[in-house]
């Protein structure tokens, strides 16, 4: 038999280095203040991106985006994305990052900064609704899993759908896992005629 893999969830991965001013910025980062989220802490800072030391990783990133725009929805107009909001988190031996999606954004990305080989993310398939037959399978894939994990090696970058339900477990890093989430929005284009939107 054969199977059309219809309607699939894009996930970009790139990778990015930092320069030794960046690593030295990130050091620096951990001194500063931070919020408590359900299994681990993030900067109070939400628009770390527009700090000057980071001037260049914010162009590179965006252009990460953009590559992952223009391969997967491939637009028809003038659309570019942007970064809105921008932070750290950091997850230590223990903790992890509850199951979440990001509203009000079209793409999000994570970026590692520091992990170790043990690190991972895990998404959850959109395809699989609740309250359907659930058949234990014989060896899992990409149709039939209910999540997928994906390992983030450190000056990793993953781009994906914003709605996409993700989570990281409890970490056993002996080291603090550190990782620059951001959204993104667009601006230009978007349709014509009666679907016409610019942004």
Not at 45 to 74: F, M, S
Not at 118 to 135: A, G, R, S
Request: a negative charge; proline letters at 6%.
């Amino acid at each position: 038999m054969e199977i059309h893999n219809l309607f699939p969830t894009a996930i970009g991965n790139s990778i990015r280095y930092l320069t030794n001013e960046e690593k030295y910025f990130f050091d620096k980062l951990r001194e500063e203040p931070t919020t408590q989220n359900a299994g681990n802490t993030f900067t109070k800072d939400r628009y770390i991106l527009n700090r000057p030391e980071l001037k260049n990783l914010k162009i590179d990133l965006t252009d990460i985006v953009n590559n992952y725009l223009q391969k997967v929805i491939q637009p028809a107009f003038d659309v570019k994305p942007y970064i809105t909001i921008s932070w750290v988190n950091y997850t230590e031996e223990g903790q992890w990052h509850h199951d979440h999606c990001h509203p009000n954004s079209v793409f999000s990305g994570v970026y590692y900064i520091d992990t170790d080989e043990t690190d991972k993310i895990t998404f959850t398939n959109p395809n699989i609704l609740p309250y359907t037959l659930d058949i234990h399978p014989n060896e899992y894939n990409h149709w039939n899993s209910k999540t997928w994990w994906l390992s983030t090696p450190k000056d990793n970058v993953f781009i994906f759908p914003s709605s996409l339900v993700h989570k990281v477990e409890a970490t056993t890093n002996k080291n603090t896992r550190v990782s620059l989430s951001f959204n993104t929005f667009l601006k230009g284009q978007i349709h014509e005629k009666l679907s016409e939107l610019n942004l």
